[in-house]
């Protein structure tokens, strides 16, 4: 949940910024190219194909890759043998398309290849990064993103998110969009604005031909925005947008939050380097939004809860369904916030992936949400078990989602693992479930000839299972081998990657 943020929060950062100046001068080491090999033929026996549109199940096939391409996929005893070619017996097995998560921030990280491999040995075969920046898209032309062979592929990038430093007013929106437009963004991911730059940014992203994005900004209508052309909302809003739509208080709750915008533009455009600084001591707030939450916010949001409508709420998706707006409800992302006390999170094996540093500053933030009022934390509580129940109406009103999982003390691929399981306590089918991962990001982005089922022509990114995923969301998790761009990787292939991984504590090469 995004809300406010006080201005001395922004004034203390400002500070720091001028403290960080000294440092500026640092160069950094000119990223290398990055190739990645073409696969040879690959062949794979004995498998049940999912068809990711219908659930059909077609036992006893063999699936033949070429140069990362699959380019028969049929009955066993009707392919011919050769013996060149590397065959895996996986008699019994399920195979489905690559998994993608169509939210993270891997790209700006500084471990990037390590946590993108970590992504792929959990059958991560392609991933939205939604959050760009000038030197990201410059790296992507130049061919230096560290996106190799060990890698999911990178599907879409945006440039600099939308805040109040780069797009504080409605002309600055518009020169920051036709700018991205011109590096070659391939969206335009809107956070943190006012109300009048969000939709002067709407039309304006629409007009460069580049699909806008991201959160719904306090005091926003959600239908309106939905209406606008908004294409795809982010974790179930953030915040309380869509609640107050479903509120019979809608108009005084919108009225209210419309008086409490989450950030407020600086008095002045700060250069490029300067509002880098300043995102990155913001940084800390994002691992947990709720964990600087003020009470009249919480407040609001009890309220809106407290004066739900589900036929308004019913009545609102139907919009979404009619304006072909998407959701990535990112449900694994919400709940390490609003339920960050939580004994689980405190021990979780996996965070021996992460560096150390890195866990540290979580476990900080999360011990600053324990100190909240109780009162804060009941309504935190109350709120992700409404958001389970928002995603199956959702669901059930003809709303696209997508899987997606962000951040913010996750671990990277099993965290859409969580996900999965999530949406599953939600209600949603295994077929559901298996097509927000697969299918859905192939039709959302205009790719269904390359990538969301396993046809002759698709690319050969391919998840190989142990046991059906259509019987069980559970059974998403039991991976026996994974095929990224025509590269097999075992079981044991993929165990030797997270040792690397976690014996360099999250530095990988």
Known sequence: MMHSMSRSFLNCTVVLIALSLPLLGCRKQLPQRVTIPVAGKLRVDGV????????????????LTD???????????????????????ATGKFVVPGYNDMHVHMLDQENASALLALML????TGFRQ?????????????????????APALLVMPGSVLTPFNAGSVSSAIDEIDRQKSEGADFIKIALVEPQVFFAAIAEAKRVGLPPLGHLQEGIDAAQASQAGFKTIEHLGPGDSIWI?????QARLQADAAQHPAMKAPPFK??????????????????????FEKPEDAARLQQAFN?????????????????????????????????????????????????????????????????????????????????????????????????GTDGGG??????????????????????????????????????????????????????????SPIESVQNLHCIFGVIRAGFYYSSADLNSLKSRIEAGHGEFR
């Open 245 to 249: 739509g479903c509120s019979t208080g």
């Open 130 to 150: 939604m959050s760009g920046s000038p030197e990201l898209l410059e790296q992507r032309r130049n061919g230096t993103l560290p996106v190799g062979k060990e």
């Open 410 to 467: 996750q671990v990277p691929g099993q965290s859409l693992h969580q996900e999965f399981d999530e949406l599953a306590k939600a209600g949603l089918s295994p077929l559901k479930v298996l097509q927000m991962t697969t299918l859905n990001p192939a039709e959302y982005l205009g790719r269904s000839a390359t990538m969301g089922t396993i046809d002759i022509g698709k690319n050969a990114d391919v998840v190989i299972l142990d046991a």
């Open 270 to 291: 700060l250069p490029l380097f300067v509002e880098k600084l300043v995102m990155g001591h913001i940084r800390k707030l994002l691992i947990n939004p709720a964990a």
């Open 67 to 89: 140069a990362g391409k699959i380019v028969a996929v049929a009955p066993m005893a009707n392919l011919s043998r050769d013996s060149s070619v590397q065959t895996i017996d």
């Open 121 to 124: 040995t959990e059958g991560i």
């Open 307 to 403: 004066t739900y409508d589900e036929n308004k709420c019913r009545m609102l998706a139907a919009r979404f369904a009619e304006n072909d707006t998407w959701h990535v409800p990112t449900l694994v992302r919400i709940r390490t916030q609003e339920l960050a006390d939580a004994p689980e999170y405190q021990s979780d094996p996996a965070l021996r992936y992460i560096k150390p540093g890195a866990v540290k500053e979580w476990r900080e933030v999360n011990e600053r949400f324990r100190k909240l009022p109780l009162s804060m934390r009941a309504t935190f509580r109350e709120a992700y078990s409404r958001q389970l129940a928002l995603t199956k109406l959702l669901d059930e009103n003809g709303v696209r989602m997508m899987s």
């Open 48 to 63: 049940t194909v999912v068809d990711t549109q219908t659930g059909k199940l077609l036992p006893g096939m063999s699936i």
